[in-house]
């Protein structure tokens, strides 16, 4: 049984409700194919009335020269418009797809990849899918076409004289064929290392701030230049492949009108064809060298800039967002770890035989020296791995065979390291969707940011990464945007980190207050006044559960959890 073409759907996005674009780009990029051919008929006419001092005949001529010139004018400017129109759907169609395909990736796919391979392939390769693959498509059709009507048109002037002109096709034809192969590859070889650039760019851009505090500008530069002379030289093998290709193809193409020139000039002296019958063959020889020359070529450069769509669909495909049973968003019961044993690399558990228990509607907290594992506890809830051994289920239904989609109606998380897009306060803590007035400003509250929003103003831009906020700010604006997404289980880790002690114990007492909601959260302030109203705290060490109880009950064991309380509370 012959595979599914992976690349199917991201060409088939190219032509959706675009087709009759296409067609009428295609017509009019057709009309090329009788304006050469006038163009030539022409030329070889005017030959002919000079030889035979026929003013009459030139005259008219004239006329028909005009008209043509016109003509191309007029065809050619609609044809750009409409090309323009064609590409440009294709081009958003075809990303958007690809988008939308990669935002149904799953929290774990982002968590392993690099974001260089996404921009790579819908940036730098999409500028060479426009060129090799979709302006091409137009030559491909018209070329083959081009060289039927020639062949038919210049029979009817000698039979003899296209027979030469159809052998000498053969030599430009060998030469490109020869080089297709080899363009492909590098083709693939330019794109990876563009891959590779613009993710190491990103890299260091990102840690700037980094780079200059550990003055490791000069560390930083090697690596940029190491990477920026990778790809230049495949960007240079490239280029020099397609130059000798061209080169070889150019100068055969040569010979080849040589050759013809030749044949015709012997055959006119004969008498067998007119001066103006060599002109026409001499002119239109382009229309038979052209596909012969440039059809294995731009077929080479298609099947490269295909490679390049392929490569899409696989970065999309890898790491895919496994399907499994939706649930509702509502936990009725609880969520429950039995014996969950979880690490990053073989061999080295992060987490090891943990048990718990998180009923629903409760408020947990999770403590632990860093290290012991509670971030990778909240990465394990939100789906992020699944290659844990033992079992967490919600409501009795095991973790990995719940589909992802569901899973995210379900619950939410807070993290360390707060997102926030290059857009207003309000559509940042919104996340671009529509809700309530009322609901914004009582989830702004909640979180903190009261004040905030009215020093700036809710369409105040926060800009890239929120560089316009302070980190206690962005994280404010983290905790508003869960709050109003209002899921029925919410993580936190360290969510209050970035606060002062005053916002975070408002902010965090805020959340404990709301009522229905399954809270688990991970903190290291160990503030007396919170603990006491949660209804169970977990602490973990070395990736175990080393204790469990109310704060109560955990202080007069004098264990663990009393060590690290007194340590943080001096």
Not at 120 to 142: G, H, K, R
Not at 520 to 547: K, N, P
Request: aromatic fraction near 10%; charge should be neutral.
């Amino acid at each position: 049984m012959r595979k599914p073409d992976p690349a199917r759907p991201y060409i088939r996005a190219f032509y959706e409700h675009n087709r009759l674009r296409f067609l009428g780009t295609a017509a009019l990029y057709l009309l090329e194919i009788p304006v050469m051919l006038v163009v030539s008929w022409v030329l070889g006419e005017v030959v002919d009335a000079i030889a035979a001092l026929d003013a009459a005949r030139l005259l008219r001529l004239l006329w028909v020269a005009a008209g043509t010139a016109v003509f191309i004018g007029i065809s050619e400017t609609l044809y750009y418009r409409a090309l323009s129109g064609w590409l440009g759907r294709a081009l958003r169609q075809y990303k958007s797809y690809a988008f939308r395909r990669l935002s149904e990736k799953g929290i774990s796919a982002f968590t392993r990849e690099s974001t260089g391979r996404y921009l790579s392939v819908l940036t730098s390769d999409v500028t060479v899918i426009v060129s090799d693959y979709l302006q091409n498509l137009f030559a491909l059709i018209v070329l083959p076409l081009n060289f039927a009507a020639t062949l038919v048109f210049l029979l009817t002037y000698s039979p003899a004289l296209t027979g030469a002109a159809v052998a000498l096709c053969v030599l430009p034809f060998l030469g490109v064929a020869a080089f297709g192969p080899g363009l492909a590859r590098r083709e693939k070889a330019f794109s990876d290392a563009s891959e590779g650039f613009v993710g190491k760019l990103k890299d260091l851009l990102s840690g700037f701030a980094v780079i200059k505090s550990f003055k490791a500008e000069g560390e930083a530069g090697r690596i940029f230049d190491g990477e920026n002379r990778g790809l230049e030289q495949a960007r240079s093998r490239r280029l020099l492949w397609r130059g000798a290709m061209q080169g070889v193809s150019s100068s055969l193409s040569v010979i080849m009108q040589f050759g013809l020139f030749f044949i015709g000039a012997y055959l006119a002296l004969r008498g067998s064809v007119t001066a103006g019958t060599v002109l026409i063959f001499t002119n239109l020889s382009n229309s038979l060298i052209q596909p012969v020359q440039q059809i294995p070529q731009l077929l080479a450069q298609r099947k490269a800039a295909r490679g390049l769509i392929e490569k899409l669909a696989a970065t999309v495909e890898e790491n895919a967002a496994r399907t499994g049973e939706a649930i509702q968003p509502v936990l009725t019961d609880a969520i429950a770890l039995d014996r969950v044993t979880f690490g990053y690399e073989p061999d080295k558990p992060v987490l090891r035989d943990l048990s718990l228990r998180l009923e629903a509607g409760k408020k947990y907290a999770l403590v632990g020296a860093s290290g012991s594992g509670k971030s990778t506890l909240l990465n394990l809830l939100m789906g992020a791995c699944d290659g844990y051994t033992g079992s967490i289920s919600i409501d009795g239904k095991e973790l990995r065979a719940v589909d992802p989609d569901s899973l995210y109606d379900l619950m939410s998380l807070i993290g360390q390291n707060v997102f926030v897009f290059d857009d207003t306060i309000r559509r940042n803590i919104t996340m671009f969707r529509d809700f309530p007035q009322e609901a914004v400003d009582s989830a702004a509250e909640r979180a903190g940011l009261t004040a905030v929003i009215a020093e700036h103003g809710e369409d105040y831009r926060c800009g890239e990464n929120g560089a316009g906020l302070s980190g206690g700010e962005r994280q404010r604006v983290s905790i508003a945007r869960c709050l109003l997404r209002g899921t029925p289980v919410l993580l936190l880790d360290e969510a209050t980190a970035s606060l002062d002690n005053q916002t975070a114990f408002a902010v965090t007492g805020a959340i404990l207050a709301l009522d229905g909601l399954t809270r688990l959260v991970v903190t290291h302030r160990l503030d007396a006044a919170l603990l006491e109203q949660y209804d169970a705290i977990f602490v973990l060490r070395d990736g175990t559960l080393a204790e469990a109880g109310t704060f109560g009950d955990l202080m007069a064991e004098k264990g663990y959890f009393y060590s690290l309380y007194r340590v943080a509370n001096g």
